[in-house]
C-alpha cells in the first residue's frame, strides 16, 4: 500500500512542490509514495510546475484506511476531512505544532525555517539521495516564494544555503531573478474573480474555539489591488458569514515596500485591533509584515487564548 503525501487545503507551491520532492524522495529509499493534492495549483504553483515539467500531483479528497504523510501544516483544519481515519506516518512542516494527533509513532521533521522544502533538502542529506535537476528546480522555486526571495523575518542561513544548493543542481544560475518572475506572476490578478483571490493563499485556524482565516496575496505593487479593494472587503464578510467564521482577514502584500495592508471582517474588531496594537476600521497597514506564520498568526492567537 503506497504512502500517500500531501499539503495543506487552497495548496501553495511549498504544498505542492514539497508532496512531489517528498514522494520522490520516500520512493528513492524503498518506502512507495504517491504525491496528491487537496486543491488547484494557484497560478505561481502552476508557473513553477511548467517550468520544470511537471504535471500537478494527483487531487485526492479523501484518505480514510491510507497512511498518510502531511507536508506544510499540522492542522486539523487545513488538513483532509477525513484525516482522522487515515493513518499519519510522517509530517514535514515548518509552522508551529498544531492539533493533529495520531494513534501510532511517526516520523516528524519539522524545523523553524522558511520553507518546508528546506526541510525536505535536509531530509534527502540525511538519506544521501541526490536530488534530480527537475525536482530541485521546483524545491528552489518553493523556498524563494515561502521566504519572499529572502526578504520574510522567517527566512533563514538554512533556506539561503539550500537555494543555493538547488540552484546549482537546477542549473540556475540567478534564482532571485526567477523569483522575481514568480511574484510577476502572482501580480498579474486583472481578470481573477475576487474569490479566487481571497482563496489563492488562505487558510483556516481554531483560535481557542474562534475559527480565523486568513489569506495572503503578494504582489510588488499594491495598486494593482485599487480597482477591486471594495469587492475585496465586501468578499471577506460574505466568506466570514458562509463558514460561520469570527474574522476574515486578508493580507495585501507589497514584497517591494516590505509591509502588508490587513483588510477585515470581523465579528469583533477590537480584537484584531489589539493583537496588532494598532486602531483598525476594518483596514491597517502593518509595516514590515510580511509572514503570516510569524507576524499574523502568533499575535492573534495571543489574545484569542
Keep these: 500500500m503506497p504512502i500517500y503525501v500531501v499539503g495543506h487545503k487552497i495548496p501553495d507551491s511549498d504544498s505542492i512542490c514539497g508532496a512531489i520532492a517528498l514522494a520522490h524522495l520516500k520512493n528513492e529509499i524503498g518506502e512507495p509514495a504517491i504525491a496528491t493534492r487537496l486543491g488547484d495549483p494557484s497560478p505561481e504553483t502552476q508557473f513553477i510546475l511548467d517550468k520544470f515539467g511537471f504535471e500537478a500531483p494527483e487531487y485526492k479528497e479523501s484518505y480514510a484506511g491510507e497512511e498518510v504523510y502531511i507536508v506544510d501544516h499540522s492542522e486539523l483544519t487545513q488538513a483532509p476531512d477525513d484525516i482522522e481515519q487515515a493513518t499519519i506516518v510522517g509530517i514535514v512542516d515548518h509552522h508551529k505544532l498544531g492539533d493533529l494527533t495520531t494513534s501510532t509513532p511517526l516520523e516528524c521533521w519539522i524545523r523553524p525555517v522558511g520553507c518546508s522544502n528546506t526541510v525536505i533538502k535536509m531530509m534527502y542529506d540525511f538519506y544521501g539521495v541526490e536530488i534530480p535537476k527537475n525536482i530541485a528546480g521546483i524545491m ?166
Excluded at 522555486?141 to 540552484?167: G, H, M, Q, R, Y
Design 140 to 305: 528552489m522555486c518553493a523556498i524563494l516564494s515561502d521566504t519572499v526571495i529572502f526578504k520574510s523575518p522567517t527566512c533563514t542561513t538554512a533556506d539561503i544555503k539550500c537555494v543555493e544548493a538547488l540552484a546549482e543542481i537546477a542549473g540556475i544560475s540567478d534564482p532571485k531573478e526567477l523569483g522575481m518572475e514568480m511574484f510577476r506572476v502572482k501580480s498579474a490578478v486583472e481578470g481573477t474573480p475576487v474569490r479566487d483571490l481571497v482563496m489563492r493563499d488562505f487558510k483556516d485556524f481554531n483560535m481557542n474555539g474562534n475559527l480565523v482565516g486568513i489569506g495572503q496575496l503578494e504582489v510588488i505593487d499594491l495598486s494593482v489591488f485599487d480597482e477591486i479593494k471594495a469587492e475585496l472587503e465586501a468578499d471577506l464578510i460574505k466568506l466570514k458569514e458562509e463558514g460561520k467564521r469570527h474574522s476574515v482577514l486578508l493580507l495585501l502584500t507589497d514584497i517591494m515596500k516590505e509591509g502588508s495592508e490587513l483588510l477585515i471582517a470581523s465579528d469583533d474588531v477590537a480584537v484584531i485591533e489589539k493583537a496588532f496594537d494598532k486602531s483598525a476600521d476594518n483596514k491597517v497597514w502593518l509595516d514590515g509584515v510580511l509572514s503570516r506564520k510569524k507576524q499574523v498568526v502568533p499575535p492573534l492567537q495571543e489574545v484569542f487564548a
